[in-house]
């Protein structure tokens, strides 16, 4: 186990890094407090997301952003698009808006 300050850490952030990457413990002092370095999973990410709904948001997204990592997700969004003159409707007079507030 390392136990390191935080200056030391940020001063050799790499090197910890790689530590903790080969199966080292690094704890990490700052004031009265302690912190361990501890690599995520990809569980870690998808928490709470069912593992029947999970997918790789990548394969969706360029940006991997954690919303397209779930197919509900997905799925509604394909839905909207398939039915994309569902989704908005364009209000042009204030008869319309009355109407549309009335209806609601």
């Given amino acids: 186990m390392k136990i390191v300050t935080s200056r030391e850490f940020r001063d050799n952030q790499k090197m910890y890094f790689d530590l903790v990457d080969n199966n080292e413990q690094v704890i990490v002092k700052r004031k009265s407090r302690a912190y361990k370095l501890v690599p995520v999973t990809d569980d870690d990410m ?3 997301i069912p593992k029947e709904y999970r997918c790789d948001p990548y394969e969706i997204s ?7 990592a ?5 799925e509604k969004v394909k839905k909207a698009i398939e039915n994309k003159d569902q989704i908005a409707v364009r209000l042009e007079s204030a008869d319309d808006i009355t109407n549309f507030l009335e209806s609601l």
Avoid at 62 to 68: A, E, R
Avoid at 70 to 74: G, M, S, W
């Fill in 62 to 68: 360029p940006s991997g952003d954690m919303f397209w």
């Fill in 70 to 74: 779930d197919k509900r997700n997905v």
């Fill in 46 to 48: 998808l928490v709470d």
